[in-house]
């Protein structure tokens, strides 16, 4: 039987970025993913984080499937169905290269990533679903077992990027179940339009584009955002909600798209474009507390499958990266020293991470998937008082200012007490500060 | 000021949703199963809200039918699912959905 240094299960950022260092790290990797090509099974938003990816392969911008780099960044609070209150960032030097965020199309993206990884020498296998790890004497994981006929195969160490739902490490009992309580569901549609249109609709040029983060009662008290970006010649439009909140309620997923794409703020940008594909996809959104055992002797878990989201500033794909790479910097640091893969020498994976921005961040939004999940009321009530009140402070109707501020403070108590508003602002402090 | 305006749950047909997607059927092996049908009649059936696929449907004897044709392999009814009761894995390798864009 064949035996490789390393196998990384899995080709999204995540196992890209672990194999592609790896291999220029000198191991002998294997790489297994079951799509029929690197990204037919990958779903996201998406937006690249030029940072995390330049740190690996530092001249992506002359060869990688780039749609839009950020040049305007949107901020909007929506009711179910009628206003919009929001802010705008628009800074000239988000349009000044080298660009810092990219919108992008995962399938294409993936594909490109992965022909990195096999001229750095990995070897990629497709078409190829790994059903379970394989163990040693003392439990020790010692490779994979895959679907296919004499399907065994051994390494020294394998490295978990197989997203989100984590199943193998769920089924060697390396971590428990994920809970619906900490993933997030979120439904995309993709809308082709004529760069032109897109371009005349959000005012961009070139390769500028426009990223929209939307909350508010589109959720209709669940507790999720929607978004909305701008690719090339086409529009990424979706939503997501904690499946914790949404197997409460009677609203389909793609009820909850529909009356986003409805709503009168999107449904002009959108107007007249071919859905060319429906996608949905979980996001581990539990956060810090919500993290599994990261290593253990022979294995590791990066990415998605070890629940590297920040969910507050909508990032994944740079702490998967990352992780990725620390997991593959591990490793090649423990080769040229000449230890083994033990739980013992792992463990500097986890000092890699917590060195870094990946756990900086998870830590300090450690209290906020508990504070909205405890609180769901802040992100309807909130909303709908702030819309009320530019709704009653902007229409022009005769009845004096004195009077609209009174009723807009009246109706914010009605709707929360004193006590309770001092409270949500504390809670709001204490998490994400 | 003016009422507002009650919002209705738009009525949506999946199936033409799907119809966009790319799939390469594995017919005759599912990738999910119910483990025991006869646990879903007493369930108040969250998969089959929570689907984004719409594969789960209630039944008018008040079972579960599960259709896995459409599926979009997120992995939510394994989750959604209070007594699991659902067999969930991926397709075997090139089979299933086939995301052009992602």
């Known amino acids: 039987m064949e035996k490789f240094d390393v196998i990384v299960v899995g080709a999204g950022p995540s196992g890209n970025a672990a194999a592609y260092t790896l291999a220029k790290g000198g191991l002998k990797v294997l790489q297994l993913e079951r799509g029929e090509s690197p990204g037919t099974k990958n779903v996201q938003g998406a ?72 001229a750095a020498g990995a070897l990629v296998i497709c078409e190829t679903t790994v059903k379970e790890l394989l163990r040693g004497d003392q439990g020790e994981v010692i490779g994979v077992r895959t679907e296919r006929a004499e399907g065994d195969i051994l390494a020294d160490c394998v490295i978990l990027a197989d997203g989100a739902n984590a199943l193998l490490g769920e089924r060697a009992r390396l971590r428990p179940k994920v809970r619906a309580d900490d993933m ?52 990424s439009v979706g939503i997501g909600c904690m499946l914790s909140d949404m197997k409460k309620q009677s609203l389909t997923p793609y009820q909850l798209l529909e009356g986003l794409k409805q709503h009168p703020s999107v449904k002009p940008l959108i107007e ?20 599994p055992q990261l290593y253990g002797d022979g294995w590791m878990v990066v990415g998605d499958s070890a629940g590297f989201v920040n969910a507050v500033h909508r990032e994944g794909s740079n702490l998967a990266m990352t992780s990725g790479r620390f997991a593959a910097e591990t490793l090649i640091e423990l080769q040229q020293a000449g230890k083994p893969f033990t739980s013992g020498n792992l463990a500097a994976y986890k000092a890699r991470l917590d060195g870094s921005f990946v756990m900086a ?24 008082v702030l819309g009320d009140a530019a709704r009653a402070i902007l229409t022009v109707d005769g009845q004096p200012k004195r009077d609209k501020q009174k009723q807009v403070l009246a109706e914010l108590k009605g709707k929360r007490s004193l006590l ?8 709001f402090w204490r998490a994400f500060r | 000021m003016n009422a507002p305006v009650e919002f209705i749950p738009p009525r949506i047909n999946v ?63 394994r989750l959604v699912c209070d007594h699991d009761n659902v067999d969930w894995n991926y397709p075997r390798g090139g089979f299933g959905i086939l995301f052009k864009f992602g």
């Open chain 1, 184 to 235: 997030a569901l979120a439904v995309k549609e993709v809308l082709f339009l004529p760069k032109e249109t897109i371009e005349a609709r959000f005012n961009i040029a070139g390769t500028q584009g426009v990223v929209i983060e939307i909350a508010g009662n589109i959720t209709h008290g669940m507790v999720g955002t929607g978004f909305l970006y701008t690719n090339k010649d086409s529009v």
């Open chain 1, 272 to 291: 007249g474009a071919e859905m060319k594909e429906y996608s949905a996809h979980l996001i581990p959104e539990g956060g810090y507390k919500a993290l």
């Open chain 1, 47 to 118: 937006i690249l984080y030029a940072d995390a990816l330049e740190r690996i392969i530092p001249d992506f911008r002359d060869s990688a499937p780039l749609e839009r780099h950020v040049a305007e960044q949107r901020m909007w609070l929506l009711d179910e169905n009628q206003s919009c209150t929001g802010a705008t960032y628009r800074d000239a030097r988000f349009s000044q290269e080298p660009y810092n965020r990219y919108t992008i199309l995962r399938a294409r993206f993936d594909r490109w990533f992965s022909e990195k990884v096999k």
């Open chain 1, 361 to 384: 961040d998870l830590k300090k939004y450690e209290e906020v998937p508990a504070l909205l999940h405890d609180n769901p009321h802040i992100l309807g009530t909130y909303p709908r």
């Open chain 2, 15 to 77: 199936e033409e949703k799907l119809f966009q997607d790319r799939y390469r059927v594995d017919v005759g092996r599912p990738h999910i199963q119910v483990r025991d049908p006869q646990a879903c009649k007493h369930c108040a059936k969250p998969c089959a809200v929570c689907c984004p696929a719409g594969c789960w449907s209630v039944t008018e004897q008040g079972g579960i039918d599960l259709v896995v044709d459409g599926c979009l392999e997120c992995g939510t009814c």
């Open chain 1, 420 to 427: 309770g508003l001092l409270g949500d602002a504390y809670k």
